[in-house]
């Protein structure tokens, strides 16, 4: 049986490809997909980033995005099909938002005319316009009930 260097090289690999291991469990030499090793990898992968991920694609002006109504912190990707002259973001509800959860907003088109509304809460400094590929991030303060922009 030839050793793992001995074997013939490939240019491309398939999810049912196979990688051999060596079995703790069992003992002994045994074989995995790579799908498989691929699942259990990404099971195992931890992110440092606790922002939910959330997409919108504004099809005309005067949109309006609802920023999922979770307490969790979220990357809003705005990927609108062409500049606007009017669009909102609406935070997430005052009852649900947690003290320091942040909201990052990032946008591939220009928005005149931005309005982010609090939903309950007060904004302090949020822009009132978006120039294309521009992001701004807002902090919630939980004691004054009020988003800050950051950055």
């Known amino acids: 049986m030839p050793t793992?260097?001995?074997?013939s090289a490939v240019s491309s690999l398939t999810d049912a490809d196979l990688f051999p291991i060596y079995s703790?469990?069992?003992g002994d030499a045994r074989k995995a997909a790579i799908s498989?090793?691929?699942?259990y990898l990404q099971g195992k992968i931890t992110s440092t980033d606790d922002k939910q991920t959330q997409y919108a694609s504004?099809?005309?002006t005067g949109?309006?995005?609802q920023i999922n109504d979770a307490n969790l912190s979220i990357w809003l990707v705005l990927t609108s099909v062409a500049d606007y002259?009017?669009?909102t973001i609406r935070l997430p509800l005052l009852a649900n938002c947690r003290d320091k959860q942040e909201i990052l907003v990032t946008s591939t088109h220009a928005v005149t005319t931005l309005t982010v509304?609090?939903?309950g809460a007060t904004v302090t400094g949020a822009p009132t316009t978006l120039t294309a590929n521009q992001s701004f991030k807002l902090r919630f303060e939980g004691v004054m009930k009020t988003w800050y922009k950051i950055d």
Request: proline share 4%; net charge negative; no cysteine.
């Open 4 to 7: 793992i260097n001995q074997l």
């Open 24 to 26: 703790a469990q069992n």
């Open 36 to 39: 498989l090793i691929a699942t």
């Open 58 to 60: 504004p099809s005309a």
């Open 63 to 65: 949109f309006t995005v």
């Open 85 to 87: 002259a009017a669009g």
């Open 117 to 119: 509304d609090g939903n």
